[in-house]
């Protein structure tokens, strides 16, 4: 069993940055290919981001590639988003999550989830 506690999220204007951080315990965090997925209200969990086991491999939604970066130090048990260039469209309830495999990108193939953090954009 692994806890994940995410933070980070908060309400900020078209254009601007948040830098999301997920701190994990419980089992040894460096063993773990990670991820991250939001779901805006009335929609569908979607996949944002996964990083490997080493942080060597990374891989992202169309969505938000080239504006968000996905990173992990294993030595402090974290994992990061860096969003940068927020949308309104980007408006959700952010989560952490420990995939069964590397190149899981559905909900299904989560193993554990964060409880969550949301992030706001206003026009």
């Known amino acids: 069993q692994v806890q994940l506690v995410e933070s980070g999220g908060g309400s900020v204007q078209a254009g601007g940055s948040l830098r999301l951080s997920c701190a994990a315990s419980?089992?040894?965090?460096?063993?773990?290919?990670m991820g991250w997925f939001r779901q805006a209200p009335g929609k569908e969990r979607e996949f944002v981001a996964r990083?490997?086991?080493?942080?060597?491999?990374?891989a992202y939604g169309d969505s938000v590639k080239g504006r968000f970066t996905i990173s992990r130090d294993n030595a402090k048990n974290t994992l990061y988003l860096q969003a940068t260039s927020l949308k309104p469209e980007d408006t959700a309830v952010y989560y952490c999550?420990?995939?069964?495999?590397?190149?899981?990108?559905?909900?299904?193939?989560?193993?554990?989830w964060g409880q969550g953090t949301q992030v706001t954009v206003s026009s």
């Open positions: 419980g089992r040894t965090f460096s063993e773990y290919n």
């Open positions: 999550a420990v995939l069964r495999f590397y190149v899981a990108s559905r909900p299904e193939n989560v193993r554990y």
């Open positions: 990083i490997s086991v080493s942080g060597s491999s990374t």
